[in-house]
Each structure stands twice: as C-alpha cells, then as structure tokens.
Nanobody
Framework: QVQLVESGGGLVQAGDSLRLSCAASGRTFSIKGMGWFRQAPGKEREFVASISSSGLTTYYADSGVKGRFTTSRDNAKNTLYLQMNSLKPEDTAVYYC?????????????WGQGTQVTVSS
C-alpha cells in the first residue's frame, strides 16, 4: 500500500502563488506515474497534471492551468509538488494527489485526502 498526504493549501488572493506538496509513504518503490486532480464545489473531479517516474514527462489539463501550474517530483524525498502561479478564483477547489503503479497513468491506484485551495477575488 501507498499513503499520500497533501499539504500547502490555503486561502490566497487572485494573482498569488501556492505550492502544494504530496508526501508518499509505504510501498513507494511501486509508484510510477503521479498526478494532481481537483474538485470544485458542485463539480466533478478533474485532471490537473501528471508526471512520469523520471519527472521528464508531464501532462497538463487544457482547462487553463497550462502555463500557470507546474508539477515536479523529488523521488529521493518521495514528494510530488504542484506550483500554482497567477491563481484565479476559478482555481478554488480541493486538490488531490494520486499515484499509479503504471505509466502512462489512467486509473490511479492511490489517492490522498485532499487539500483545500481557496482563491478570493
């Protein structure tokens, strides 16, 4: 099993930046792809970004995060990051990290509990 714990969420103003972290523990050697998802109130959970085990390949959603969000990972620390710049009120959501034993990732095997990001206008 793999445990994922997100941190770094909070309340910020539009235009601010935040960096989310996701610490993995347990059978981390089994992790290949990792990703970020978010769920806004009243909406379905949506894909934000994903990254390969080497960190050399990343994918971003077309929903306006490309160019503002950057995902990276530090395998030595078993930690995934999401740098979010120029935040907008529509970025308000609970952000989840996920880990998959496969790459490319599709049906993620493990999920964190989520961290709230609120962007005020």
């Amino acid at each position: 099993q793999v445990q994922l714990v997100e941190s770094g969420g909070g309340l910020v103003q539009a235009g601010d930046s935040l960096r989310l972290s996701c610490a993995a523990s347990g059978r981390t050697f089994s992790i290949k792809g990792m990703g970020w998802f978010r769920q806004a109130p009243g909406k379905e959970r949506e894909f934000v970004a994903s990254i390969s085990s080497s960190g050399l390949t990343t994918y971003y959603a077309d929903s306006g995060v490309k160019g503002r969000f950057t995902t990276s990972r530090d395998n030595a620390k078993n930690t995934l990051y999401l740098q979010m710049n120029s935040l907008k009120p529509e970025d308000t959501a609970v952000y989840y990290c996920a880990a998959d034993t496969r790459w490319p990732s599709s049906d993620y095997d493990y999920w964190g509990q989520g961290t709230q990001v609120t962007v005020s206008s």
